[in-house]
């Protein structure tokens, strides 16, 4: 994930993001029902399909960090 060889700690859990330029209201709308999910207690995984579903964006995607 980083430039680096060296086997370190992320300083972060995961990453969510988009493979295109999203229009605003699809980002709106994406990341507004992922942080509902997850604060309902929702997985990740489940927060990321729902938001491609609620913007109607298949585009966003997630990378989770390894260790």
């Known amino acids: 994930m980083t430039m680096t060889t060296e086997n370190q700690q992320h300083p972060y859990y995961a990453i969510v993001a988009n493979a295109e330029k999203p229009l605003w209201s699809d980002t709106a709308v994406a990341y507004s029902t992922f942080y509902q999910l997850i604060a309902k207690g929702y997985f ?24």
């Open 44 to 67: 990740v995984t489940e927060a990321i399909q729902a938001m491609q579903i609620a913007s109607g964006n298949s585009t966003f995607w997630l990378q989770i960090t390894e260790g």
